[in-house]
């Protein structure tokens, strides 16, 4: 991404940054360096699944309690507090830029993100205006009292990819065949691409704010992207999230790039080529499978199947030490799960994959 698109984003000044997080070993696993131990954290740890989030939540709104710093650095900070997990992500949503920008939406309790107006022609470009820093200025606030706060543990910036941006804006909400996205992919490509840049400068600047004020990795979700074929893929989506990933190492190349979606298995080199450090892998993929298509020159992130907190401890740990093994092929593992923590998850049942995986010797 040119700095000319990531106007104006392209004069932030980046924050100092804890001398100690130069071990961490997540960031040390997704550089490709040998860590202390197999780094872990969770898509969704700071949510539903916790008790201590549900009461600092209660009767404020999903929106809401993501533009509030306090609250914001609170419920970041709850998983890493009980878990020890190996990181924190930033508690956002990745709807938040679009509401920042004007977009008229809401999160639904048991919906998800629910759009006033759909996404239909070109004129509804003009209701989408370019992310400005100062329509974020709480984000930075956050993210400098979490880093503060973290001190040597990493924060990961958080942000949609494009992809999955436009497919709310299309649908309107939540869709499980997304027809209408891809009926407007496929009919009018000059328009879609028009909508996924202004998509990216979008959830490029929300990136670029993170990182500027702090975060030290960032996470790019695709949630809805593993809809799409390879060749879909390439043409579509893949140079929209480079653009995004590209703002972030042109910001600061020492922040690394980790990129996720949902079934995406068939796409994991193509995302890999969009400019990830880490490729982040569900759990329908084995970890050495994914590595061995990913030329094995990519660390990878994931990938236990999230039900498998559900089952005994003695299954369990038999399949946080199956993942680790296989994980081991990669020349970079950071242990997750292959999608979000479940809402009726137990939490001790999360910490024992903590403390299951950290003393894992491979």
């Not at 001398?19 to 961490?24: E, I, M, N, Q």
């Not at 040390?28 to 949510?47: I, K």
């Not at 960032?218 to 390879?230: E, I, M, R």
């Not at 703002?247 to 890999?272: C, K, N, S, W, Y």
Request: hydrophobic share 45%; glycine share 8%.
């Amino acid at each position: 991404m040119s700095t000319e698109f990531a106007a104006p984003f392209a004069a932030l000044p980046v924050a100092p940054r804890d001398p100690r997080l130069a071990d961490a070993p997540l960031l040390r696993a997704a550089r490709r360096l040998r860590p202390a131990h197999t780094p872990v954290w969770f898509m969704r740890q700071a949510g539903r699944s916790l008790p201590e989030y549900r009461k600092v939540r209660e009767g404020i709104a999903m929106l809401d309690s993501c533009r509030r710093p306090e609250l914001v650095t609170e419920i970041t900070l709850q998983p890493v507090r009980r878990y020890g997990v190996d990181a924190a992500i930033f508690f956002s949503d990745i709807v938040v830029p679009l509401k920042a920008v004007g977009v008229g939406l809401d999160i639904r309790p048991g919906v998800g993100p629910v759009i006033d107006q759909p996404f239909r022609t070109r004129a509804d470009l003009d209701r989408i205006p370019e992310l400005e820093p100062e329509m974020i200025s709480d984000i930075a606030e956050s993210v400098g009292l979490l880093t503060a706060e973290l001190g040597g543990t990493p924060l990961i910036g958080f942000a949609g990819a494009p992809f999955t941006l436009a497919s709310y804006l299309v649908e309107g909400g939540p869709s499980r065949d997304l027809a209408r996205t891809k009926a407007l992919m496929y009919s009018d490509p000059q328009l879609w691409e028009a909508l996924l840049q202004r998509l990216a400068q979008i959830s490029a600047g929300f990136l670029r704010v993170q990182v500027a004020a702090g975060a030290s990795a960032v996470q790019l979700f695709d949630s809805w992207v593993g809809a799409l074929p390879l060749a879909d893929y390439r043409r579509f989506v893949q140079p929209s999230s480079a653009a995004v990933l590209d703002a972030v190492r042109e910001l600061d190349p020492t922040v690394p790039r980790i990129h996720f979606g949902v079934q995406t298995g068939e796409l994991l080199p193509a995302m890999a080529e969009a400019g990830a450090d880490v490729v982040g892998v569900d759990f329908r993929v084995p970890l050495d499978v994914a590595t061995a298509r990913l030329g094995g020159d990519h660390a990878v992130q994931g990938n236990l199947d999230p039900a498998l907190l559900f089952a005994s401890r003695e299954v369990l740990g038999q399949r946080v030490r199956q993942t680790l093994e296989a994980g081991a092929a990669a020349p970079g593992h950071i242990f997750n799960l292959g999608h979000g923590v479940l809402p009726d998850t137990d939490p001790d049942q999360a910490k024992f994959v903590v403390d299951t995986v950290h003393a894992w010797k491979g």
